[in-house]
């Protein structure tokens, strides 16, 4: 509802004019950043669905790479994407470079997903990047090799991952990073694993096009 202009007499005040007019600029201002906003929200989820559903067509002993856009786009994807795993009863384990625990745990539980039975069931794992690959660079393939393990123990159809590469950008380590992608197989045949190492466009935008095509290369696939 509009509101009514201010009135003294039988006159309106220049005061009071200048004032409404402000108010209804500040309105349009609100409602073009509420626009925006929406627009961004439905750019990110669009672009979020169209990569999980090239993530559901992902097999066992796939070894591919995703860039994506932003970390909200990245957030609804890995939501997704592990909800679906845990679905298809795998054991998610997820590396997180940009985003704490608690905002994953949040990003995770808005999907539907209950951590602490997930958690608590060993179904959903969830590691610091930088600890996970820059202690020891194989430290989550290695990870992930004694998640396998247990997921044929218990029954489990595999083991789904999502690890997001930043953390040699925040380290300044790229080399270790090209080394550590040549030394992972395209086809892991051994390994009931579904491996995506993601990369924010700024980082991968780092790279050398000598080095893209390097990572690029060493992967399956690569999803945009």
Request: hydrophobic share 35%; charged share 25%.
């Amino acid at each position: 509802m509009t509101a009514a202009l201010p009135y003294s007499g039988n006159h309106l005040g220049a005061g009071e004019i200048n004032s409404n007019n402000e108010n209804v600029h500040s309105l349009h201002n609100d409602n073009k950043h509420v626009m925006q906003k929406t627009s961004r929200s439905r750019k990110n989820m669009s672009h979020s669905s169209a990569l999980v559903e090239t993530i559901r067509q992902s097999r066992f002993h796939d070894h591919d790479a995703m860039i994506y856009p932003d970390l909200a786009t990245f957030r609804q994807v890995y939501s997704e994407a592990a909800k679906e795993a845990l679905e298809r009863n795998e054991i998610v384990f997820l590396a997180t470079t940009y985003d704490s625990f608690q905002r994953v745990i949040d990003s995770l539980t808005h999907t539907g997903i209950s951590m602490n039975r997930e958690a608590k069931d060993g179904n959903l794992i969830i590691l610091d990047a930088v600890k996970a690959y820059q202690i020891d660079t194989m430290g989550a393939y290695k990870f992930a090799e004694t998640l396998v393990k247990r997921a044929v123990k218990d029954g489990k159809a595999g083991v789904f991952n999502i690890s997001d590469m930043g953390s040699f950008f925040l380290t300044e380590r790229t080399p270790r990073l090209l080394q550590y992608e040549e030394g992972i197989p395209k086809k892991m045949m051994d390994l009931e694993f579904k491996g995506i190492c993601a990369y924010h466009k700024a980082d991968f935008a780092n790279l050398s096009k000598e080095q893209q095509e390097m990572v690029i290369s060493s992967h399956n696939r690569m999803m945009t």
